[in-house]
């Protein structure tokens, strides 16, 4: 009977949290173990281009195989093999890692033919998360002796002499039975298998054959029929991953297959990035910004990120590190051989590399979205249509420390041509003499009434129309766009008057001080002032707002799920056409000291300019009651009564 060993360098202890701690999720060991099998392969053909062996990439292959009645799966390769020695050294003693040690000592091949994985010697025992007993049996390259290391967890491992036609390391798992919230025997099906190598080691550079026995029969020359047990080999994986290959080898519809078969979108994607990059860090990229957001894109389930591979395993499903917020729509994965790993090679150490890595993708992203913006217009209008608000929130949530790198990204309609324009194409159209950007909040159809943008466009300049309820917001974090600041038509310093209506409009305000007080008396605080304009046109009324908060921001941030009576209110100016008839009616009924009727009027007015803007009426009956009771009270005019036929045939 062998004589077991026990573990060299950690206890009992240790092995039981490293198997129930280090690795999130159990199915990780099928990953381990198949890019422990590549390294061995990796070894074997290093070894054939340094002491010509005759051994071709071709020959060698990963084998998975598996027993339902006797609970075992197995998983071989035809690599280097061990010695008992390297079984003792690499199996033996946690942590100790034979690929590491490989890695350190070849001098004279390029990384590319060594691109070893198992670096931290871990990986193997995951095993034991799914199986309460495993067997190692290994040949050594040029050997003639087989061992078989077998162990049933942190209690030890014996190491004996074995019988193995050929070199290559052969695991065999006997695989627990299932317990509550634990489906082990999944693992012994071929589905199961064929979504683990799919999901994590697709792009593994040596095939992955899985054996399945399939029931079939046969009939002979008498029409006899046998039952036969067959078994078939199925290459699992892709083995050369897309974003390996040079760009002209993959044709727009292979990209189109790739990125909806992998992602599971119905659509298109809008556009691709498809890069290789070398230098500070080296990593391919294959990056796709989609038609449309998913499901839960704006919703606080939505988890970014980018898959993640190392040697073309599958490292991260969703590394969030590799993608700004603002760009977060963006799918796809990146490929790199210079990442610092941790010991489970599940996460990523915050190390240089990775920042790196994510810059330089940042910078692709914002390049491939201005090179659409000048040479696809109609398809950047369709992503900022999908995705606009995502980087309006971003630049908002920032405080207008992203605006170097986002504002060129924004659109808004031009009320001019009627299409979305950027902030450098309206700085680009400006009248000579101009010094503000000017723009309207609201709906578009309800801007297009306000009397202000009348008076604004008359003078020829454009206005932006902001038409979502982040986009004032957004401006007032920008400040300005070079050098020029955003102005609002709702608000109150708005002025488009000529000196000579200054000057008549001054007069007129003098000399109705008394009475614009009393209209704002009468509205109870509701505004800071009242004032005469002449730049409402045919329109008798308007409410403009002064400071930093807008009529419409006030309407946003009312509407918020935690806006109460300290939510930021808009500072209201009440605005009177002095060349309206109504401003005439005012000051009749002021000279006749007919102060309800004024106070009656002044509410009238005041809710009519909210109607203007958008607002809501805290009473709409009782605006409606004094409409409805003011033209009531109207005298109606009586018509002359006609003259007799009889009494104009009589006039000379």
Not at 192 to 197: A, E, F, M, P, T
Not at 219 to 224: I, K, M, S, T
Not at 423 to 437: P, R, T
Not at 555 to 575: C, F, G, I, N, R
């Amino acid at each position: 009977m062998p004589q077991t060993h026990k573990f060299k360098a950690e206890s009992r202890r240790l092995l039981e949290l490293m198997i129930g701690s280090i690795y999130t999720h159990k199915e990780i060991f099928l990953r381990e173990l198949i890019s422990n099998a590549s390294d061995a392969l990796d070894k074997l053909y290093y070894k054939s281009l340094t002491e010509n062996l005759g051994l071709s990439k071709g020959d060698l292959k990963i084998t998975l195989s598996f027993n339902k009645d006797a609970r075992t799966l197995t998983i071989a390769d035809n690599g280097i093999g061990m010695s008992k020695e390297e079984l003792e050294n690499n199996l033996g003693v946690i942590a100790e890692s034979g690929s590491f040690k490989f890695k350190q000592e070849m001098t004279d091949v390029s990384d590319d033919d060594t691109s070893v994985i198992g670096q931290f010697g871990v990986g193997f025992y995951s095993a034991f998360m799914v199986a309460d007993n495993v067997s190692v049996t290994s040949k050594a390259y040029g050997s003639d002796q087989a061992f078989l290391w077998a162990s049933a967890g942190a209690e030890g491992y014996t190491i004996e002499e074995s019988e193995k036609d050929s070199y290559g390391t052969e695991i065999v798992l006997h695989i627990k039975e299932d317990a509550e919230g634990d489906e082990f025997s999944d693992y012994l099906t071929d589905w199961k298998l064929r979504s683990l190598i799919k999901k994590y080691s697709d792009f593994i550079r040596y095939p992955i054959q899985l054996v399945v026995s399939k029931h079939t029969h046969e009939e002979d020359e008498l029409g006899e029929i046998s039952h036969l047990d067959i078994n078939e080999v199925e290459t699992l994986n892709t083995m050369v991953p897309i974003w390996k290959k040079s760009k002209a080898e993959v044709t727009e519809e292979g990209y189109n297959s790739f990125y909806k078969d992998k992602f599971r979108d119905i659509s298109d994607p809008l556009t691709r990035i498809h890069s290789k990059t070398e230098g500070a860090a080296t990593y391919d990229a294959l990056l796709f910004i989609p038609e449309h957001p998913t499901y839960d894109y704006y919703t606080k389930d939505f988890a970014k990120g980018l898959e993640l591979y190392s040697h073309g395993v599958m490292i991260a499903e969703k590394c969030a590190d590799l993608l700004p917020d603002y760009f977060s729509f963006v799918r796809g994965l990146v490929d790199s051989e210079d990442l610092s790993l941790n010991i489970s090679r599940e996460m990523l150490q915050h190390d240089r590399q990775l920042k790196t890595i994510a810059k330089s993708i940042e910078r692709s992203i914002k390049n491939e979205l201005k090179k659409m913006q000048t040479n696809e217009r109609a398809r950047y209008e369709a992503f900022w249509e999908a995705f606009g608000n995502q980087i309006k929130f971003s630049l908002y949530n920032s405080f207008g420390m992203l605006k170097e790198k986002l504002a060129d990204l924004l659109l808004f309609k031009s009320y001019k041509t009627e299409k979305p324009i950027t902030l450098q194409e309206y700085f680009d159209a400006m009248k000579e003499g101009q010094e503000v950007i000017y723009y309207a909040s609201g709906s578009e159809a309800r801007i297009r009434t306000l009397p202000q943008v009348d008076a604004v466009a008359d003078t020829g300049v454009d206005i932006l129309l902001l038409t979502a309820n982040v986009d004032e917001f957004v401006l007032q974090s920008l400040v300005d766009f070079d050098g020029k600041d955003f102005r609002s038509v709702q608000s109150a310093d708005l002025d488009t008057a000529t000196a000579e209506e200054k000057s008549d409009l001054e007069k007129a305000s003098t000399g109705s001080k008394r009475m614009l007080t009393l209209i704002k008396n009468s509205l109870g605080g509701k505004v800071s002032e009242v004032r005469l304009s002449n730049k409402l046109k045919n329109h008798p009324v308007c409410i403009a707002a002064r400071g930093n908060v807008s009529v419409e921001m006030e309407k946003v941030l009312s509407a918020m799920p935690q806006a109460d009576e300290y939510s930021p209110k808009a500072e209201k100016v009440l605005e009177v056409n002095s060349k309206h008839p109504v401003f005439a009616k005012l000051k009749a009924l002021y000279a006749a000291d007919d102060k309800e009727t004024i106070k009656t009027y002044a509410e009238i007015l005041y809710a009519g300019a909210l109607l203007i803007e958008g607002a809501t009426l805290d009473d709409p009956s009782g605006f409606v009651d004094k409409v409805i009771g003011n033209l009531a009270a109207q005298p109606v005019a009586k018509k002359e009564e006609a003259k007799a036929p009889a009494e104009e045939e009589a006039k000379p």
